[in-house]
C-alpha cells in the first residue's frame, strides 16, 4: 500500500467500492490503515461529499458520480459510443451485454446492459473481477503486452477457473488466434462468457461481452456479433 496520502485516500475509496457499505473498524482494517488515520481520512472524505454515511454504513459519495459525469462529457467517450451497441446486442441475444476495461490486475465493468431473465450474471458496473476468469479479461490480457498476465493471481473462483500459468497462457493463445475470449463457467457456474478487445492504435482499450448459461449462447453467432461491434466501435473512435 502507498504511504503517501493519496495512496491512504484511494486505498480506503477501493475498500469501500469493493464492500459498498463498510463500517469504520472494519474499513481501517481492509484499508491497511491505523483507526485514527483512517478517521482522520474518512471526515474528510465526508465533508468533501467522496463518502456518505448510510444505516449499513458508509458508502461511495454523490460527488464521484458528479466527476465521473463531467470526466465523460468532456468529448464523445468510449461509453458515449458503445451504449448503443450494447442494447443492441443484449436485444438480439436477449442476455447480459457489457463493456470492460484493464485496470492492473483487474478487469472493471465500465457498462452493463443486463438481462432480465434467470440465471444473472454476478457482475456490476465499477466491479473489480480477476481477469483470467472472465471472457473480458482474457481478451484484453491476450492483446495486450505479454507480461501483463505474467504476474498476475489465479485464485479458482469455480472449480473451471484457470489456474495454471500454463494452461492460462495456451488459452490467451488461441485467444488471439480466432480473435476472441471465451469463459466457459470459469467465473459463474454454469454461465458463458464471449468477449472481443476493442482496440485503438493496436492497443487493446476496452472489451464486449455477451454472456448467457452455457446452453443458452451460440459461440460462434455471438463471437460475429461482437468482434462486428467492437470495429464499429473503434470506427466511431477513430
Known amino acids: 500500500m502507498s504511504h503517501t496520502m493519496i495512496g491512504r485516500v484511494l486505498a480506503l475509496l477501493d475498500a469501500v467500492a469493493g464492500a459498498g457499505a ?4 472494519d474499513l481501517a482494517r481492509a484499508a491497511g490503515l491505523p483507526q485514527a488515520t483512517a478517521n482522520r481520512i474518512v471526515a474528510t472524505l465526508l465533508e468533501q461529499r467522496l463518502l456518505a454515511e448510510s444505516p449499513a454504513g458508509l458508502r461511495l459519495g ?32 436477449g442476455w447480459t451485454a457489457q463493456l470492460a476495461a484493464l485496470d492492473g490486475d483487474a478487469v472493471i465493468y465500465l457498462l452493463k446492459v443486463d438481462s432480465h431473465r434467470r440465471p444473472r450474471l454476478d457482475t ?49 493463445r488461441a485467444t488471439r488466434r480466432r480473435g476472441y475470449a471465451v469463459d466457459r463457467g470459469e467465473f459463474q457456474p454454469g454461465m458463458l462468457g464471449v468477449a472481443a478487445p476493442v482496440r ?9 461481452t455477451l454472456a448467457g448459461p452455457e446452453d443458452s449462447l451460440d459461440v460462434p453467432r455471438a463471437a460475429h456479433a461482437l468482434l462486428v461491434v467492437a470495429r464499429m466501435i473503434e470506427s466511431r473512435l477513430r
Open 62 to 93: 454523490l460527488r464521484l458520480f458528479e466527476l465521473g459525469t463531467l470526466a465523460g462529457e468532456s468529448g464523445v467517450s468510449l461509453l458515449d459510443v458503445a451504449r448503443p451497441y450494447l442494447v443492441d446486442l443484449h436485444g438480439a441475444f
Open 200 to 208: 485503438v492504435a493496436g492497443r487493446p482499450l476496452a472489451a464486449v
Open 124 to 172: 456490476r458496473i465499477a466491479g473489480r473481477f480477476p481477469p483470467h476468469c472472465t471472457g473480458a479479461g482474457k481478451a484484453l490480457l491476450a492483446f495486450g503486452p505479454p507480461e501483463a498476465a505474467e504476474h498476475l493471481p489465479l485464485p479458482a473462483r469455480t472449480p473451471a477457473t484457470i489456474t495454471d500459468r500454463a494452461r492460462l497462457a495456451a488459452d490467451l
Open 22 to 25: 463498510i463500517g469504520r473498524r
